[in-house]
């Protein structure tokens, strides 16, 4: 067993899970994928049955698909430049069978609980009441399910849910002739406000925000925005001066559409990008009121002090990042969703730890973890190893100052990162990693010690 390489558990065969499973087969490492659902997908699983899905019927990817293709399977040909969240689905499960990996997920199977043991591995309890050893866990379970609902004074006495439960404009609420408030502006309020305010739906619609935001285009002088990017020789505050210099230019003053004065500079903000809002809003089919105070029964009093006959509400207002399956403490994130990690990854002290696809990456998050698990592939092996805690903690301040630099400080942006700065010192962090490990003769920073284990004899403890 002196070759051998620790076995992982991964939760979860979203996007990031299973493009980690395909890094681990790649390499022969030994896996179990546990999925609750009965299908790969996780969020863009339109009507998940696990109930987690965030999908509504008209969803489009905000992302191009010149930017959303995993490296070694191409999107079709045939795609639109922003594929619906049904084609998105499909090609996730194409991927999955055309690498062989559905035999080796387990589907309709939760991790309840995941704890690590005295003597470091991990214990991992499944809703099947089994409870089965580790050498390292990769978590994977996503972060846009547990949705955050604002606490206003009052009580409103008519339909109010969370974005996470919108469906279409008939579900879970027929929401024809309706006066709609839709709270938020980002990406989710703005397809949702815009599908609501066609005249043949709401009575009248109004977005509440705290404040305003700059709303960005997908297409910028008649090709795809999101296929611009600056060079990598470009210092990166002389890049955003030429971006916000640009969308400004394009898409004109927030005021002259009817929508509150911006209190930041573009991209100071993780982008709301629709190509309708700003239409819709200019016809006035969209209205814009601060936030809200009160709730009064069926009505709303805003912090203007307007006070609007409202019918139904929605809550499009984040989502909290949260591990279900962990105890202790150390590994949730705090009050103000602030969860920092080496590289977005690890958690300096626990060395067989792995979060996959924890960020809000620009532009896509979809094949994210599928360049993180180039790390954690040479890791398990012995061909990258970290620098030691202390060092990888100056790492982590270094990382937020510089991904998190340019935005306001909101829960929204605490997992904030340039896609393409990321990849890229990423990818340098292999080496330097590489190095190290030479130093070490390549020695494995987690040993193969699970495979010893009795998942029977842990079951009966």
């Given at each position: 067993m002196a070759d051998a390489l620790p076995k992982a558990c991964i939760i979860g065969a979203g996007c990031s899970g299973f493009t980690?499973?395909?890094?681990?087969?790649?390499l022969g490492a030994p896996f179990d994928c546990f999925e609750m659902s009965d299908d790969v997908g996780g969020n863009w699983y339109f009507n998940n049955p696990n109930g987690l899905s965030a999908c509504y019927e008209s969803l489009h990817i905000d992302t191009s698909k010149w930017r959303l293709a995993f490296e070694d399977y191409p999107v079709p040909a045939d795609w639109?430049?922003?594929?619906?969240?049904?084609?998105?689905?499909?090609?996730?499960?194409?991927?999955?069978?055309?690498?062989?990996?559905?035999?080796?997920?387990?589907?309709?199977?939760?991790?309840?609980?995941?704890?690590?043991?005295?003597?470091?591995?991990?214990s991992v309890t499944l809703s099947s009441g089994e409870t089965r050893l580790y050498d390292v866990l990769f978590v994977c379970n996503g972060h846009h399910w547990d949705a955050r609902v604002p606490d206003y004074p009052g009580h409103f006495d008519g339909p109010h849910f969370h974005a996470h439960a919108y469906r279409n404009p008939f579900d879970p609420v027929d929401m024809r002739g309706k006066n709609i408030v839709v709270v938020g502006m980002g990406n989710s309020a703005m397809d949702i406000a815009s599908e609501l305010s066609q005249r043949p739906i709401a009575k009248t619609l109004w977005v509440a925000a705290r404040r305003g935001v700059w709303v960005l285009p997908k297409y910028m002088d008649g090709r795809v925005a999101d296929k611009a990017s600056m060079p990598a020789w470009m210092p990166r505050k002389l890049g955003l001066a030429l971006a916000r210099k640009k969308i400004k230019r394009a898409v004109?003053?927030?005021?002259?559409?009817?929508?509150?004065?911006?209190?930041?500079e573009p991209l100071e903000a993780h982008p709301s990008v629709s190509g309708e809002f700003l239409t819709r809003a200019g016809c006035g089919d969209v209205k814009f009121k601060p936030n809200i105070a009160e709730l009064?029964?069926?009505?709303?009093?805003?912090e203007d002090g307007s006070v609007e006959d409202v019918d139904a509400i929605v809550y499009a207002t984040g989502y909290n990042i949260?591990?279900?399956?962990?105890?202790?403490p150390a590994l949730q994130p705090d009050a103000e969703n602030r969860f920092p990690l080496f590289k977005r990854m690890m958690q300096p002290g626990v060395p067989n730890l792995f979060f996959m696809g924890l960020a809000q990456p620009l532009p896509t998050l979809v094949n994210f973890a599928e360049q993180q698990a180039k790390l954690a592939g040479a890791y398990l092996t012995g061909r990258y190893r970290p620098p030691p805690p202390e060092e990888m903690k100056q790492v982590i301040a270094a990382d937020e100052a510089l991904h998190l630099g340019p935005y306001y400080k909101a829960a929204r942006h605490t997992i904030q990162v340039d896609?393409?700065?990321?990849?890229?010192?990423?990818?340098?962090?292999?080496?330097?990693?590489?190095?190290?490990?030479?130093?070490?003769g390549y020695a494995r920073p987690v040993a193969a010690r699970a495979a010893a284990g009795s998942p029977q004899a842990l079951a009966a403890e």
């Open positions: 980690t499973a395909k890094r681990l087969q790649d639109p430049d922003f594929p619906h969240h049904a084609q998105l689905l499909q090609y996730f499960r194409d991927y999955v069978d055309h690498f062989g990996l559905r035999p080796k997920i387990t589907f309709n199977t939760r991790v309840d609980r995941a704890e690590r043991t005295a003597d470091g591995l991990w004109g003053r927030m005021e002259d559409y009817g929508l509150p004065k911006p209190d930041h009064m029964g069926r009505q709303v009093r805003f949260s591990f279900p399956f962990f105890v202790d896609f393409a700065i990321y990849v890229r010192d990423l990818l340098k962090e292999i080496e330097r990693g590489e190095k190290r490990a030479a130093k070490a």
